[in-house]
Structure formats: structure tokens, C-alpha cells
């Protein structure tokens, strides 16, 4: 770790990079390439803007993080800071409901088989990341045509030693993710009990263990992995990765009363997001429906 120039410890560049991968590297990577066998070879632009507005409202959450370091301290801070109370609640709800989603599709994989990020990592860790999710999309693509199913790890054949490795080691993933996933939810629901509710550790386990039992009910009504992880990316992540980074920096720096390519951009990414958010969902529920 390097030292900085008050005494505190900072984590290394490489460290922050591997971090950032790490972050942004989701079981999302093993539905891609049925995207691709959906939506055909011209989803891979989608890919890449995605990637590109995904990034760009990235810097967009570290600028808001910069404004006041000593009270900003999280995602939720920034809302806070632009819009207040109702602010912080809006932003913790979908938050929660990402993570929520997002623990249940880790949940439904296993059935089945950032805070200090600067400029130079954010776009080294998804310019790797992009190219990861390329490879693996193109890749499967070739290799199973329109028979790859919704999980790449489910096209590869078991009976052979080096598939199960790769299926092993994916399952490994969400079993260490779950609990870090679920951990900000229970620490959010904590944070609004009464005060002298929220050191009691009979609460947080009931906490808990309702948050795994209700996400374990909800993957075994809805057990689609893709049906699940599309209206999660579909309308909760557009939400939390691009329409509230891009509405909080434009209410905490005021860039709309210049047009610029800044302010372009932004406008871009909202309307993308909100056309992308409601076609989305729709095809998501209508998929979602279909499979119960």
C-alpha cells in the first residue's frame, strides 16, 4: 500500500484496479452470450455503449464524491446531498432492491449448476472488463450457435473433468457474494429501526435470515435466471447506474445552464436509459410471465 502524505494507508493502483474488475465483473458474463444469439452480432454495439455510458456515469459519481469528501461518503451521500432526506430514501430503495435481485439471481445460478475509484482505474477496469464480456459473448456464440442457453455453464458437457472446473468455480462465486451482497440491505433496514433496536443481534439475525429466506422462496417461484437478472438490469440498474448518477450530478454542479458536451452527454444517457428502462421491463415481465 502507498502512504499518503497525512500518515494513511491508500491501496495501491494494481490493487484498486483488481478491485474495480473484481466490482464490476458479475454473473452477468455468463448470460451474454445468449444476448448475443438473441439480439445477433449488432448487440454488440449495444454492449459497448452500455459500457461506455455505464463508465462515463462512473466519473460522473466520483465528481459528485469530490464536491465534499468529508460528507460524502458513499452512493447513497450523493443522493442525499442533491435532493435531501427524500433523496437518501430514493436512492437506498432501489440500492436495496438491486442487491436484493442481484442475491437472488446468485441464488438461481447456484440452483442451476467502489468506493475509491479514480479516473485512470475506472477506465482500465472497464475497458477490461468490456473486453472480457466480448470475448465470452463472441466466443459462446460461436462455439453453441442458438442452442446456448441462458447460462453458458449450462451448454458444457459434465462428464468431462475440465467442464465440471469451470462449473465448480462458478458456483464458487456466488456463494462469497451472497452474504456481501445481502450485507447492505440488512444494514440499510437496521439503520431505520428504533434506536435501541439497531445494537440488538437477535434483530440483525432475524434481519437475516428473512432476507435469505425470502430471496430463496423468490428463486424457487422464479426460477429463470434470465428472467430475474433482465428485469433487474432492465429497470433497478438502469435506475441506480445511470439515471440517478446523472440526475444528482446535475443538481449538485448545475450543468444544465451551459450546453456543452457534458450536459449532451448526460442528456444522451437519460434518454437511452429511460427508453431502454421501459422496453425492458416490459419484454422482461412478458418473459418473466411466460415462464411461471
Request: with cysteine.
Amino acid at each position: 500500500m502507498a502512504v499518503g502524505s497525512q500518515g494513511k494507508q491508500e491501496v495501491s493502483f494494481l490493487k484498486t484496479c483488481i478491485n474495480g474488475i473484481n466490482t464490476l465483473s458479475g454473473i452477468g458474463i455468463l448470460s451474454v452470450p445468449y444476448a448475443l444469439s438473441s439480439g445477433g452480432w449488432l448487440s454488440l454495439i449495444i454492449l459497448i455503449l452500455i459500457a461506455a455510458a455505464a463508465c462515463f456515469t462512473g466519473i460522473l459519481i466520483r465528481r459528485c464524491m469530490d464536491k465534499d469528501p468529508e460528507n460524502i461518503k458513499s452512493y447513497i451521500d450523493i443522493a442525499a446531498y442533491a435532493f435531501g432526506h427524500k433523496g437518501r430514501i430514493i436512492a437506498s430503495l432501489f440500492t436495496c432492491l438491486e442487491l436484493y435481485f442481484v442475491a437472488t439471481c446468485l441464488l438461481i445460478l447456484e440452483g442451476d449448476n467502489l468506493h475509491k475509484l479514480f479516473l485512470q482505474v475506472l477506465l482500465l477496469s472497464f475497458i477490461i472488463c468490456t473486453i472480457t464480456y466480448l470475448a465470452m459473448a463472441i466466443l459462446g456464440y460461436l462455439i453453441y450457435g442458438q442452442n446456448v442457453q441462458s447460462q453458458v455453464t449450462l451448454n458444457l458437457p459434465t462428464e468431462k473433468v475440465s467442464a465440471k472446473v469451470a462449473i465448480y468455480t462458478v458456483l464458487a462465486g456466488p456463494i462469497a457474494k451472497y452474504a456481501l451482497t445481502v450485507m447492505p440491505i440488512s444494514t440499510a433496514i437496521e439503520s431505520r429501526l428504533p434506536a435501541n433496536y439497531q445494537d440488538s443481534k437477535s434483530i440483525s439475525l432475524i434481519i437475516r435470515m428473512a432476507l435469505l429466506l425470502s430471496t430463496v422462496v423468490l428463486a424457487a417461484v422464479f426460477p429463470s435466471f434470465q428472467s430475474v437478472a433482465s428485469l433487474s438490469g432492465a429497470f433497478l440498474i438502469v435506475v441506480v447506474s445511470f439515471l440517478l448518477p446523472c440526475v444528482c450530478y446535475l443538481k449538485m454542479f448545475q450543468v444544465y445552464k451551459n450546453w456543452g458536451f457534458e450536459l449532451a452527454g448526460i442528456v444522451v444517457i437519460t434518454l437511452m436509459a429511460v427508453l431502454v428502462g421501459i422496453l425492458g421491463t416490459y419484454s422482461s415481465i412478458a418473459q418473466t410471465v411466460k415462464n411461471v
